[in-house]
């Protein structure tokens, strides 16, 4: 049982360089998150989806884009990566009705130069 | 949206209890509180969730007073690898995140430090 799966687990981007994140659960969630956490600081809400082809902004959704077009995949992309969104992503989910609690993979961890 | 405040470190050695208080003055009717713990390199692992009054399971209890404008995670005995950041949270069980922004926000944590 994978539970929550993120892939890269790390990266290394120049500035203005794209990629996606991509999140996968096998738990059949219809909640999925997108958290950054960064150092010394709690995790913040970058975007979230009640389900497959829906997605909504959290807290701080600047510079990120999401798509959620199969139920089991989240996935989050930086279109021109800033040296501001080095970070450490976190993907979450959770099962109906969604809120808590939160099922979270292990994090990639995004540095841009 | 409860906004909550929790220590920001704690000291601690094997096989002592550990009690960590978290403030939600501004806590809704509708909203539960839940922790988590969180390993470095790892995402945060749920703990346990409560309403009111008294919730235990095999790893951790937690205690709500009657105005429910506080909880104390309790862990009871902790060993070395009790070593994390451990976050109190606030918000609804249920759904219907609103459009406006998220319903759940992750404060800075307590980083519990046992010692040997």
């Known amino acids: 049982n994978a539970g929550v799966t993120q892939t890269p687990k790390f990266r290394v981007l120049k500035t203005g360089q794209s990629m996606t994140l991509l999140c996968a659960q096998d738990?059949?969630?219809?909640?999925m998150y997108w958290y950054r956490q960064d150092p010394g600081m709690g995790l913040r809400l970058i975007h979230y989806?009640?389900?497959?082809?829906?997605?909504a902004k959290g807290e701080v959704p600047d510079g990120y884009n999401v798509s959620r077009l199969k139920k089991q995949n989240f996935l989050l992309g930086l279109e021109s990566a800033a040296p501001s969104q080095t970070s450490v992503y976190f993907c979450?989910?959770?099962?109906?009705?969604?809120?808590?609690?939160?099922?979270f993979g292990d994090g990639t961890r995004l540095s841009i130069l | 949206l409860a906004k909550t405040t929790q220590p920001i470190s704690m000291d601690s050695y094997e096989g002592q209890e550990v009690n960590i208080t978290c403030s939600h003055n501004?806590?809704?009717?509708?909203?539960?509180i839940t922790w988590y713990q969180q390993f470095p390199s790892q995402g945060p692992r749920f703990i346990i969730q409560?309403?009111?009054t008294k919730v235990t399971n095999e790893v951790a209890s937690l205690f709500i007073p009657a105005d429910r404008k506080s909880s104390t995670l309790s862990l009871p005995r902790v060993s070395l690898s009790d070593t994390a950041v451990y976050y109190c949270?606030?918000?609804?069980?249920?759904?219907?995140?609103?459009?406006?922004?998220?319903?759940?926000?992750f404060g800075g944590g307590t980083r519990v430090l046992v010692k040997p």
């Open positions: 979450a989910s959770t099962p109906p009705p969604g809120g808590q609690p939160q099922h």
């Open positions: 738990m059949n969630h219809e909640y």
């Open positions: 989806s009640v389900g497959e082809g829906t997605t």
């Open positions: 501004n806590i809704a009717t509708n909203d539960y």
């Open positions: 409560g309403y009111k």
């Open positions: 949270l606030v918000g609804d069980k249920s759904p219907m995140i609103k459009a406006a922004g998220n319903k759940l926000t």
